[in-house]
């Protein structure tokens, strides 16, 4: 047992989609996915293990958290306590910097954070594709955020061989690349995204070959990667979330996440793109908003754009952000 | 050479879409479609072989045509020439009783139409199969508006096998059933259905999955049919074009035919039958425009409901319709 630790670690876009799983108890997914870690967006979270407490305690942001939210970190924490050889239940004090208007899962973050957090407090030394098998327990998405830029997701076939490494990209593709949320609604949605997730790869007609799309997008993706090729970059990740949503309306019954307004907004950066030139591409997750992907020298365009067009959604823009880091115990972040 | 003919054939809308070819130059689709003929949709037109012209003429709505539309007309007179050993040009004069307002289109009702009279006119006897694939030449959809009521088209793998015949449905089914059309737009489409359709066959990485998806539906909704279970009628057809429009989604490069409205309507349509109970489906063919099925009683409060959420689009309401009818040669119809 060691001194509490604090960590942070960032939220992250797929640009080649998780959608479904092969395994839900191990939480290993149908297919590889491929995401860009996000600057602005994090969570910091303080992991102190103590007798001194009969259960877990979990508080958000200043508010006590139970039910499936902290029956994830308890998942994940157990893990820890079972490398660790402990038993002490933990207090965990986490603090979302994901601002509702960015329209992106905190839960990336927040369980990357845990488990980098709680396994330093156990005093284990977890190397990365540890730590980020660790975060897999307690989300998905969370895998990936263990490390800063691009983020290929191995899907594996076992615990051990399903977890998250950062994949090489151009310096210069790194540096300006840039994200536009678009946000429309900051509503619960009506399906959740393991709800979702389940009925597709259970009902769709369209999910074998939805994880066989990522499987050939992804390996498209890599080399445009390396070599710095936005345009292919964008199309690839703007093809594969298409498809991943034409997923869900295959499922039965079918259902969508887009909105009208989501349509409206990928419909219209598609025209404009193809008639301005403008280097601009959609991704959407498992919602309404969408996330556009452009390069700095573009973001005033694009928000140009978006205020002409779509003047009430709410428009954050953010860049690659960095893997995760720890603040020395009693060192305390504004949590 | 006989008599010039007069002869009306109604266009229908799928219930199992037909989108894609499996042979471009025998107009082969890729899977069985069904449709429903239509009562109030319709084209009129006579046929007269005469040696006095050079070569086939058409008139539609007393406009002469020209170009690819001309070039389908003379390839059915072709097949009718050949059938028939004769030789004489064609004078094809037509009209189209499917107003745009309609949103259907209007060559399947024409190309039947045109089958038809050439045949009667050349003195040619042939059964509806026969007239079914001399239509197919003309345009995939003509192929199921031979007949009235529910058709299935059934693929082939040759001339000869693929060819539309009528299914038995439930009377009471067939007799209260209605389509209410829901027109947002009635421009031209960006992409054309031969062009997204031959891009969906090649590009999209559902396309297999979508041939397979439509030969399951079909072979439940046969049942569905005899059985008059019309919610499960309803259910099956709009999963089934929202398969289809999700099979697009994922070409490359992507497209859809939706609009903002599209989606809108479906989305609505659903929640209302939910919370409702009233029993209304959603399909769309490659458009943006909406067709609902309802049964007889529930017309005015689709009528109603779609009044109160879509004031402009433009509603038009039918029923099943009959297949080819002849008008003696000499008694003119309204053309």
Redesign the interface.
């Known amino acids: 047992m060691t001194a509490p630790q604090w960590a942070r670690a960032h939220t992250n876009i797929a640009l080649i989609k998780y959608w479904g799983k092969k395994d839900a108890q191990l939480m290993l997914p149908a297919n590889d996915s491929l995401s860009l870690t996000l600057a602005d967006f994090y969570t910091d979270t303080l992991v102190r293990f103590t007798d001194s407490i009969a259960t877990d305690q979990f508080a958000l942001d200043q508010q006590p958290i139970t039910g499936q939210p902290l029956a994830k970190v308890t998942r994940v924490l157990d893990q820890v306590r079972q490398l660790a050889g402990i038993t002490a239940p933990a207090v965990v004090t986490s603090r979302n910097h994901v601002p509702t208007a960015a329209g992106l899962a905190s839960s990336a973050s927040g369980m990357a954070a845990l488990a980098a957090a709680a396994a330093q407090a156990a005093g284990l030394t977890l190397d990365h594709p540890a730590l980020s098998r660790l975060a897999r327990l307690g989300s998905g998405s969370a895998t990936r955020s263990i490390d800063g830029g691009f983020v290929r997701w191995f899907a594996g076939h076992n615990d051990a061989t399903s977890y998250a490494a950062p994949v090489p990209a151009a310096p210069a593709l790194l540096a300006d690349i840039r994200v536009v949320a678009v946000v429309f609604s900051d509503q619960p949605k009506a399906i959740g995204s393991t709800a979702g997730m389940a009925r597709t790869a259970a009902t769709s007609?369209?999910f074998?070959?939805?994880t066989?799309?990522a499987a050939?997008d992804l390996h498209r993706l890599l080399p445009a990667l390396t070599a710095g090729d936005f345009a292919q970059v964008g199309?690839i990740a703007?093809?594969n979330a298409?498809?991943m949503?034409?997923?869900t309306?295959?499922a039965?019954?079918?259902f969508?996440y887009?909105?009208?307004?989501t349509?409206?907004l990928v419909?219209g950066i598609q025209v404009w793109r193809q008639s301005q030139g403008v280097p601009v591409y959609a991704t959407v997750d498992a919602g309404p908003n969408v996330k556009l992907l452009t390069r700095a020298p573009h973001v005033a365009a694009v928000q140009h754009w978006l205020a002409a067009h779509f003047p009430t959604a709410q428009v954050v823009v953010t860049q690659a952000g960095p893997g995760i880091s720890y603040y020395p115990a009693g060192k305390e972040v504004d949590a």
Chains 1, 2 share one sequence.
């Not at 887009?258 to 307004?261: K, N, V």
Request: proline letters at 14%; hydrophobic letters at 50%.
């Open positions: 007609s369209y074998p070959a939805w066989q799309r050939a199309q703007e093809g298409l498809a949503h034409a997923a309306w295959a039965d019954p079918p969508t887009f909105l009208p307004a349509l409206a419909q």
